[in-house]
């Protein structure tokens, strides 16, 4: 794998406005998979990259580079690149993008206050996901709920051999590690890390920012989702806070609610519909005798995505 000095073969001296890189990004029509403080992580499209985005493209300076595939250069290559346009006709793409920028917003955005997060010990997040890996019976219990070991790779799921249980990472939208929640091998006992603040995230939603939506309670059901390549986040149980219901708002296009066949399951989507005004929202279906999505097979799930014909939702196992 290439490592971040590859950046220094491109130089360049322009500058741009994060808004302006973010508008270039979208119009070659490329999805961002997420946005951190100085870059944009996006799904390279110059080699077949679907579960995590591989290609940074730096907010000020527009320079790209895939740490996979190698691929990199400047948002002038970038546009030439993805769209097979020249020179004069990328540069007039950079030139409408700016044009675009609605600065009256920018500068209320700029003032509005920033929700801040305590960033949680990401060397015992490591220890935990190592001692999983080393684990057949915590492994098999992911598989045991067809969690696979790229899903566990990916999410950097963990297992306490103290306590036996299994820990999920959980990160703010802003891509920060706030905690863990963790759940027992053994019987259905649940435990969060100490100030895990589950009423202001969502799971997964640092990686489905600006896409349709799918909202489960469950992260183990989210990840389901994610290894069919269906974005999801989870609210880690029927309660949604305000703070969550902002995120959704702010981040996410049309919504699927894909509730727990259960009273609580009602509760959250009645919540969800009051709180989310204006947004596309449907409801998934869970298959007949089927609590959730994490009780249906990957066949099922795909079914119950076809049927909601409106959504594009080009799904394959």
């Given at each position: 794998?290439?490592?971040?000095?590859?950046?220094n073969?491109?130089?360049t001296?322009e500058?741009?406005?994060?808004?302006?890189?973010r508008?270039?990004?979208?119009?070659c029509?490329?999805?961002?998979?997420?946005?951190?403080?100085t870059?944009?992580l996006?799904?390279?499209?110059?080699?077949n990259?679907r579960?995590?985005p591989a290609?940074e493209?730096?907010?000020?300076?527009g320079l790209f580079l895939?740490?996979s595939?190698?691929e990199?250069g400047?948002i002038i290559?970038?546009?030439?690149?993805?769209?097979?346009?020249?020179?004069?006709?990328?540069?007039?793409?950079?030139?409408?993008?700016?044009?675009?920028?609605?600065?009256?917003?920018?500068?209320?955005?700029?003032?509005?206050?920033?929700?801040?997060?305590?960033?949680f010990?990401?060397?015992?997040?490591?220890?935990?996901?190592?001692?999983?890996?080393?684990s057949?019976?915590?492994?098999?219990?992911?598989l045991?709920?067809?969690?696979?070991?790229?899903?566990?790779?990916h999410?950097k799921?963990?297992?306490?051999e103290?306590?036996?249980?299994?820990?999920?990472?959980?990160y703010?939208?802003?891509?920060i590690c706030?905690?863990?929640?963790?759940r027992s091998?053994?019987?259905?006992?649940?435990?969060?890390?100490?100030?895990?603040?589950?009423?202001k995230v969502l799971?997964?939603?640092?990686?489905?920012?600006?896409s349709?939506?799918v909202?489960?309670e469950?992260?183990?059901d989210?990840?389901r989702?994610w290894?069919?390549?269906?974005?999801?986040?989870?609210?880690?149980?029927?309660n949604?806070g305000?703070?969550?219901?902002?995120l959704?708002?702010?981040y996410?296009q049309a919504?699927?609610i894909a509730?727990?066949?259960?009273?609580?399951?009602t509760?959250m989507t009645?919540?969800l519909?009051?709180?989310l005004?204006g947004?596309d929202i449907?409801?998934?279906n869970?298959?007949?005798?089927?609590?959730?999505?994490?009780?249906?097979?990957?066949?099922?799930?795909?079914?119950?995505?076809?049927?909601?014909?409106?959504?594009?939702?080009?799904?394959?196992?």
């Amino acid at each position: 794998m290439l490592q971040r000095t590859s950046w220094n073969k491109t130089n360049t001296n322009e500058s741009y406005d994060p808004d302006q890189i973010r508008e270039i990004i979208i119009s070659c029509g490329i999805t961002i998979g997420t946005e951190l403080e100085t870059h944009y992580l996006i799904f390279c499209p110059f080699h077949n990259n679907r579960h995590t985005p591989a290609c940074e493209v730096d907010k000020e300076k527009g320079l790209f580079l895939c740490f996979s595939c190698g691929e990199n250069g400047t948002i002038i290559d970038f546009i030439m690149r993805t769209t097979n346009r020249n020179y004069f006709e990328a540069s007039r793409i950079i030139s409408n993008a700016a044009k675009s920028i609605n600065f009256v917003d920018k500068v209320e955005k700029s003032i509005e206050p920033k929700e801040e997060f305590d960033e949680f010990d990401s060397a015992l997040i490591d220890r935990l996901h190592t001692s999983l890996m080393q684990s057949d019976k915590a492994k098999n219990y992911f598989l045991g709920r067809s969690i696979t070991v790229d899903a566990m790779k990916h999410f950097k799921l963990g297992y306490s051999e103290k306590q036996d249980m299994v820990t999920v990472p959980i990160y703010s939208h802003t891509g920060i590690c706030v905690g863990f929640v963790g759940r027992s091998v053994e019987g259905k006992s649940f435990k969060n890390s100490n100030g895990l603040p589950r009423s202001k995230v969502l799971f997964n939603l640092n990686s489905s920012k600006f896409s349709d939506i799918v909202i489960v309670e469950s992260s183990f059901d989210a990840m389901r989702l994610w290894q069919l390549d269906i974005p999801a986040v989870a609210t880690l149980g029927a309660n949604i806070g305000t703070n969550q219901a902002a995120l959704l708002n702010k981040y996410a296009q049309a919504i699927i609610i894909a509730p727990d066949n259960d009273m609580a399951g009602t509760e959250m989507t009645s919540k969800l519909s009051k709180h989310l005004s204006g947004k596309d929202i449907r409801i998934l279906n869970i298959a007949e005798g089927k609590k959730d999505i994490g009780d249906m097979t990957d066949s099922e799930i795909i079914s119950a995505f076809s049927s909601i014909k409106s959504l594009d939702l080009a799904l394959s196992i």
